[in-house]
T-cell receptor
């Protein structure tokens, strides 16, 4: 139990489906992040939210749409994905101060068929 | 842009022995933070150890220690008395001293297997 919870743990979706990934942190942090982890690639930072405001969009395709309604919750809305979007999606949170590490959830294993 | 390189895709070690995982990074910044994260088969990324660039003393956390060479931009992880539970992917990560402009950059990882 790390304080960052992601649901669902596994998701299989067709290319025409719409689904959402959910992340919730119970650590009182003020920043949340989405990372994509593909095989044989470094973790890719997708989005950063500081105090509910998006401060980073790392050239992510528009078929990924983040939403941060409050500092404890983060969503990633998915639509018309491609098979190459299959990956492990990790959510993380941190406190925006110096010398702070990110705390990660267990991830959602997404398969696009 | 910062880059993090882990040149060892896979490593193995016998239980109770010592192993060192390599990491190099590239940055033009003077103050930053370095981390080693562990990702076991359960997929949970767990922080193992961290190092502040302004500190000369190498960080130590029980069986885990680092060899931080700032001039060489090297940040290796040493695991002593390896245990079966140490089997995992290990990621080296760099964080800029950017305050609210947070960036945490990861290497590709090293898969460590501890053999009985």
């Amino acid at each position: 139990e790390t304080g960052v919870t992601q649901t669902p743990r596994h998701l299989v979706m067709g290319m025409t489906n719409k689904k959402s990934l959910k992340c919730e942190q119970h650590l009182g942090h003020n920043a949340m992040y989405w990372y994509k982890q593909s095989a044989k690639k470094p973790l890719e930072l997708m989005f950063v939210y500081n105090f509910k405001e998006q401060t980073e969009n790392n050239s992510v395709p528009s078929r990924f749409s983040p939403e941060c309604p409050n500092s404890s919750h983060l969503f990633l809305h998915l639509h018309t994905l491609q098979p190459e979007d299959s990956a492990l999606y990790l959510c993380a949170s941190s406190q925006i101060t110096l010398n702070t590490e990110a705390f990660f959830g267990q991830g959602t294993r997404l398969t696009v068929v | 842009a910062q880059t993090v390189t882990q040149s060892q895709p896979e490593m193995s070690v016998q239980e109770a022995e010592t192993v060192t995982l390599s990491c190099t990074y590239d940055t033009s910044e003077n103050n930053y933070y370095l981390f080693w994260y562990k990702q076991p088969p359960s997929r949970q990324m767990i922080l193992v150890i961290r190092q502040e660039a302004y500190k000369q003393q190498n960080a130590t956390e029980n069986r885990f220690s680092v060899n931080f060479q700032k001039a060489a931009k090297s940040f290796s992880l040493k695991i002593s008395d390896s245990q079966l539970g140490d089997t995992a992917m290990y990621f080296c990560a760099f964080m800029n001293d950017g305050g609210s402009n947070y960036k945490l950059t990861f290497g590709k990882g090293t898969l460590l297997t501890v053999n009985p």
